[in-house]
């Protein structure tokens, strides 16, 4: 069956992708130079606040269920100074039945509230520093999705070793803010759907071919059909946890045979919507064209959906 009968068959999970798309809205102004913040960037701007317009860090440490490790816990541990703690299996769709689904408005709104983060805040969300660029650009995905200013740090790793301050123990609890219900700034993306449409997958490669097991119990591994193999740890330099450089991603792209036209669109996936976003990022640093779009509930919902008899899961090297 063809991608694009497949995104477009009403019986077919392209239901499931029009429900959950989300196109990347636009921002409001920026204090800091790019999406992609340096460590000595963002010292600087909180050492050097600018009137009322605040800097606020914010970490999103997260990991997978099959790791011992709690984002919460590892926060407390070491952080940056007043940095608030975004949870991703908090700050979700309660509704949902699958993991840390984009919230609604009022959910997101009643979270920055209690965390005292306002409208004019500029963020800049950040990992672990044991992972590097992981789960980070979820968060500063669901903060573009109600239209909030935000940046990925990149990232918290070389921000420990070049010395820049940290703290630990536990936090106070932080002065509350009115922060607005904008409601959700998404749509379905149905109808944006074009014929020229590349499906991206950032899991590991195992994953993708069906040859190693998805970290939750019973569900199966494999790929949508037609779908490209990226693993996001592909577009992570190995020793200092950062993506890599605007080059080395261009090479990348190119090589996995990715369209970087405008003409194509890119849909993006993963495991849950997570490392999805961090392809994301790295197709932006690239410069590649095109929408993109995150597939929230990814390979979980997918392969909860529909059945490998339909032909929809494909379990074969790339």
């Not at 703690?85 to 997101?108: C, Q, R, T, W």
């Not at 940046?151 to 932080?174: C, H, M, T, Y």
């Not at 949508?224 to 577009?235: A, K």
Request: glycine share 6%; charged share 25%.
């Amino acid at each position: 069956m063809a991608l694009t009968k497949i995104l477009k068959a009403p019986t077919s999970p392209s239901l499931l992708l029009s429900a959950a798309l989300h196109p990347f809205t636009v921002m409001s102004s920026r204090r800091l130079s790019s999406f992609i913040v340096t460590p000595s960037e963002l010292a600087t701007a909180l050492e050097k606040p600018n009137g009322s317009s605040r800097v606020v860090p914010v970490s999103a440490e997260w990991y997978l269920p099959n790791d011992p490790r709690k984002g919460y816990e590892q926060y407390l541990a070491l952080r940056i100074p007043h940095a608030r703690f975004f949870d991703l299996d908090a700050i979700k769709d309660e509704d949902s039945p699958y993991p840390h689904m984009l919230p609604n408005g009022e959910v997101f709104a009643k979270a920055m509230g209690e965390l005292g983060i306002r409208r004019e805040d500029t963020i800049v969300v950040y990992d672990s520093p044991h992972i590097g660029i992981f789960s980070a650009p979820r968060a500063a995905w669901t903060f573009k999705v109600f239209g909030h200013d935000k940046d990925v740090l990149n990232n918290f790793k070389l921000w420990k070793e070049q010395g820049l301050p940290s703290e630990s123990g536990e936090i106070r609890a932080w002065d509350k803010t009115s922060y607005p219900d904008s409601k959700e700034m998404v749509k379905h993306a149905e109808d944006s759907i074009r014929e020229h449409v590349e499906i991206i997958d950032a899991r590991p490669d195992g994953r993708f071919c069906g040859t190693d097991p998805e970290p939750r119990p019973g569900l199966p591994s494999g790929h949508v059909p037609g779908s490209i193999s990226i693993s996001f740890s592909e577009l992570i330099d190995p020793a200092t946890k950062a993506l890599k450089t605007k080059e080395e991603l261009c090479h990348i792209f190119l090589e996995k045979g990715i369209d970087t036209s405008p003409k194509t669109d890119k849909i993006l996936m993963c495991g849950t919507g997570v490392t999805a976003v961090v392809l994301h990022s790295a197709l932006e640093l690239a410069g590649v064209g095109g929408n993109k779009k995150v597939y929230d509930g990814s390979w979980t919902e997918w392969a909860q959906r529909v059945d490998e008899s339909s032909g929809l899961i494909v379990k074969k090297p790339r």
